[in-house]
């Protein structure tokens, strides 16, 4: 007899299954394989699809939590929406592979600067029908960054207008958010964003191009101030394009437009003329 008597009871050992280990991740993709990016305000909130194929040979999964998380620092992390143990969405696709997908909603109170340009991998937990338990993580080849939105101020372009070939002074300021921090509205600080490589652009009136025509480097706090040469109306504006931990971003446009220099023609005669003599002077 196979078993035990304890008090009585027969203490039948648990049946035997199938290899617990064989589940495994084939892919993953959170938030379409762009980076996730979130600025100050705590009111917007930002919502990440993932996908996973899951292989696994007992008939498919049975229960799910899933969650995003950085990697290697930052406390950042948040459950996909969803009841507990179903908060993704498996479709059995063949015999040994099963489809899931969810959505995570970040906010504001899940995030910290530690997190900032830390990777975001999906981590996921739960059981298989023949009783196995998993715990999963996505590739590092399938995971996405986490960074701040960074913001440029509308370039201020002085004088306007300005005659040709005359100097421009042209201004900005480089933001990002401070996760670290909270202001009296709930909100993260907006804080300047020193050190990094902004670019001045220039667009001709007429034309869809931008143009850099130099690089500037952002001061401590943030602010942005340089001099070019009018050389034709158009608009100006400051490029930016992100850091290991911040997006990119582009200021609005400021439209200069150049003075109109009329071209006056004077014709004196005769010449010469005496001393005391009577000029005739005309002009276009």
Not at 51 to 76: H, K, N, P, W
Not at 175 to 193: I, L, M
Not at 201 to 206: P, T, V, Y
Not at 217 to 245: E, F, I, N, P, V
């Amino acid at each position: 007899m196979t078993g035990a008597v304890a008090g009585g009871l027969l203490l039948t050992p648990p049946p035997a299954h199938a290899d617990y280990h064989d589940t495994r991740i084939r892919s993953t993709t959170i938030n379409n394989g762009k980076p996730i990016v979130l600025g100050t305000s705590n009111a917007v909130s930002v919502t990440v699809p993932a996908v996973t194929e899951i292989y696994d040979d007992s008939g498919g999964v049975a229960t799910i939590d899933a969650q995003l998380r950085s990697v290697g620092g930052g406390y950042f992390f948040t459950f996909l929406e969803g009841p507990a143990s179903q908060n993704m969405t498996c479709v059995q696709t063949t015999a040994t592979t099963s489809t899931c997908t969810g959505t995570a909603v970040v906010h504001q109170h899940s995030l910290d600067n530690a997190s900032a340009g830390r990777q975001v991998q999906l981590r996921i937990f739960g059981y298989v029908y023949d009783g196995g338990q998993y715990l999963l993580y996505s590739d590092p080849a399938h995971n996405v960054p986490l960074l701040k939105q960074t913001t440029l101020a509308t370039a201020d372009a002085t004088p306007e207008p300005v005659r040709k070939d005359g100097t421009l002074t042209v201004a900005g300021k480089l933001t990002q958010p401070n996760w670290s921090a909270w202001d009296v509205a709930g909100n993260r600080p907006a804080v300047g964003y020193g050190g990094q490589p902004v670019r001045l652009q220039f667009q001709k009136s007429g034309s869809t191009t931008w143009s850099t025509v130099k690089t500037v480097t952002s001061a401590s706090d943030g602010t942005l101030k340089t001099t070019a040469t009018a050389t034709a109306s158009g608009a100006w504006r400051w490029s930016y394009a992100g850091s290991g931990t911040s997006a990119a971003s582009v200021s609005g446009g400021d439209s200069v437009t150049l003075l109109k220099v009329a071209k006056l023609t004077v014709d004196a005669s005769p010449e010469p003329v005496a001393k005391g003599g009577k000029l005739t002077v005309t002009g276009s």
